[in-house]
T-cell receptor, first 113, second 113 residues
Framework: KAGVTQTPRYLIKTRGQQVTLSCSPI?????VSWYQQTPGQGLQFLFE???????NKGNFPGRFSGRQFSNSRSEMNVSTLELGDSALYLC????????????FGPGTRLTVT | DQQVKQNSPSLSVQEGRISILNCDYT??????FLWYKKYPAEGPTFLIS?????DKNEDGRFTVFLNKSAKHLSLHIVPSQPGDSAVYFC????????????FGQGTRLTINP
């Protein structure tokens, strides 16, 4: 079974621009969560989508948004990029009912200059 | 406000010996705990989990212990192997928002031959 895939793997953007990251979950997994990893803050939860609905949200500004499609694929968008948004963005998927047991993709490394 | 803490940023252990990684939490609403392993340039990989109704869970060389009164959990790896060298994260979730994982800062484990 294929794992969680994320595209692109690396991205360089300029302050003020916006960016869209994509995540394809493991087949059969309906929950998709997004995390931001930085050296200073560690791994922080952004949001979770289940059946195309945002079910949980972390403490990030409204510039961070996401969506999920009917095939469970998910995208996250960051508008008006700031230097502090430079991070590894990780997507994780899980089966409904398996609380917490999430399977992570390799991440998208975003650099904002 | 660090709700999940891993106080040891690094740990070095001889091959064949026991590795013990520790994690403390402050939120008494957490009732499900997980350990993840992360290699460079990869997403975290799920290792083992434990529900708050148990105090021990074992899977091969990996055992997780939970002490609810002390709000402390630990991961034991016996025997330690060179391939275990990685960064280990503990994570916690509450029943409500179960897919929202709160991660510790990680402990870098190095197994010396």
């Amino acid at each position: 079974k294929a794992g969680v895939t994320q595209t692109p793997r690396y991205l360089i953007k300029t302050r003020g621009q916006q960016v869209t990251l994509s995540c394809s979950p493991i087949s059969g997994h309906r929950s998709v969560s997004w995390y931001q990893q930085t050296p200073g803050q560690g791994l922080q939860f952004l949001f979770e989508y289940f059946s195309e609905t945002q079910r949980n949200k972390g403490n990030f500004p409204g510039r961070f948004s996401g969506r999920q499609f009917s095939n469970s694929r998910s995208e996250m968008n960051v508008s008006t990029l700031e230097l502090g948004d430079s991070a590894l963005y990780l997507c994780a998927s899980s089966r409904a009912g398996r609380a917490g047991e999430q399977y992570f993709g390799p991440g998208t490394r975003l650099t904002v200059t | 406000d660090q709700q999940v803490k891993q106080n040891s940023p690094s740990l070095s252990v001889q091959e064949g010996r026991i590795s013990i990684l520790n994690c403390d939490y402050t939120n008494s609403m957490f009732d499900y705990f997980l350990w993840y392993k992360k290699y460079p340039a990869e997403g975290p990989t799920f290792l083992i989990s434990i529900s708050s109704i148990k105090d021990k869970n074992e899977d091969g060389r990996f055992t997780v212990f939970l002490n609810k009164s002390a709000k402390h959990l630990s991961l034991h790896i016996v025997p330690s192997q060179p391939g275990d060298s990685a960064v280990y994260f503990c994570a916690a979730s509450a029943v409500q928002g179960a897919q929202k994982l709160v991660f510790g800062q990680g402990t870098r484990l190095t197994i010396n031959p």
